[in-house]
T-cell receptor
Framework: NAGVTQTPKFRVLKTGQSMTLLCAQD?????MYWYRQDPGMGLRLIHYSVGEGTTAKGEVPDGYNVSRLKKQNFLLGLESAAPSQTSVYFCASSRTGEGGTLHFGNGTRLTVT | AQSVAQPEDQVNVAEGNPLTVKCTYSVSGNPYLFWYVQYPNRGLQFLLKYITGDNLVKGSYGFEAEFNKSQTSFHLKKPSALVSDSALYFCAVRDKRTGFQKLVFGTGTRLLVSP
C-alpha cells in the first residue's frame, strides 16, 4: 500500500518555464490537497478537491492551476514559474468521516532560478 | 477565521526528560485539533487528534496532548523524550462548523532531543 505518491521528488526550473506535479493516492480518498511549505510559514493550502472533477482555491492559489480528472490523481500546474514559487510542495488526501486526518506524500522540492 | 500559534520555534530537551510543545488556537466554533510530525525529507505524519470527549488525547509514539478550552490550548507532551523524537512538529486546527476538512497549520516547532 503506497499511500500518497508524489512525482517528481526534485525539480529545477528557470523563470517562465512550466511544469506539472503529479499526486497519486491509492486509498480511495475523496479529498485531496496541495500545500506549499516555506521556512517560518508552516504549510499553506494552494488548492484542494472534494471529489473527482471538482477543484477549489485555497489560501495561496495565484500562479497555480489544478485538475482532478480521476479520483486517485491530483495534478498541480505552474504555467509560468517564478522565483517566489521556490518551495517544497506537499500533496495530501483524506476521506470523509476522519475529521480531517490528512495523509501526506513525501514532497517535491522545487527551485525556480 | 481560524488560526494556530506555536510560540516556540525550537524546543530543546535532554533524553529521558519530559517534553512539551505548545500550541494555542483560535476558531469561531468548536475545534478539531491535530498534531503532525515531520522528519527530514519526509511528509507530515499524523500523531493525534482531538475531536470531542476526554480532554487528554493519546497518540502515536507515546505522545499525548491536552485540550484546554478555557486557555484555547492543545499542548503536545511526552513523559520521557527520545533522541529519535527530534523532528518538526505542527499543530493544526479546523472549525467543526466548516463542511470541508480544511486544516490551518501553525508554523511548526523544531524539537531537539540531546543524548
Amino acid at each position: 500500500n503506497a499511500g500518497v505518491t508524489q512525482t517528481p521528488k526534485f525539480r529545477v526550473l528557470k523563470t517562465g518555464q512550466s511544469m506539472t506535479l503529479l499526486c497519486a493516492q491509492d486509498m480511495n480518498h475523496e479529498y485531496m490537497y496541495w500545500y506549499r511549505q516555506d521556512p517560518g510559514m508552516g504549510l499553506r493550502l494552494i488548492h484542494y478537491s472534494v471529489g473527482e472533477g471538482t477543484t477549489a482555491k485555497g489560501e495561496v492559489p495565484d500562479g497555480y492551476n489544478v485538475s482532478r480528472l480521476k479520483k486517485q490523481n491530483f495534478l498541480l500546474g505552474l504555467e509560468s514559474a517564478a522565483p517566489s514559487q521556490t518551495s517544497v510542495y506537499f500533496c495530501a488526501s483524506s476521506r470523509t468521516g476522519e475529521g480531517g486526518t490528512l495523509h501526506f506524500g513525501n514532497g517535491t522540492r522545487l527551485t525556480v532560478t | 477565521a481560524q488560526s494556530v500559534a506555536q510560540p516556540e520555534d525550537q524546543v530543546n530537551v535532554a533524553e529521558g526528560n519530559p517534553l512539551t510543545v505548545k500550541c494555542t488556537y483560535s476558531v469561531s466554533g468548536n475545534p478539531y485539533l491535530f498534531w503532525y510530525v515531520q522528519y527530514p525529507n519526509r511528509g507530515l505524519q499524523f500523531l493525534l487528534k482531538y475531536i470531542t470527549g476526554d480532554n487528554l488525547v493519546k497518540g502515536s509514539y507515546g505522545f499525548e496532548a491536552e485540550f484546554n478550552k478555557s486557555q484555547t490550548s492543545f499542548h503536545l507532551k511526552k513523559p520521557s523524550a527520545l533522541v529519535s523524537d527530534s523532528a518538526l512538529y505542527f499543530c493544526a486546527v479546523r472549525d467543526k462548523r466548516t463542511g470541508f476538512q480544511k486544516l490551518v497549520f501553525g508554523t511548526g516547532t523544531r524539537l531537539l532531543v540531546s543524548p
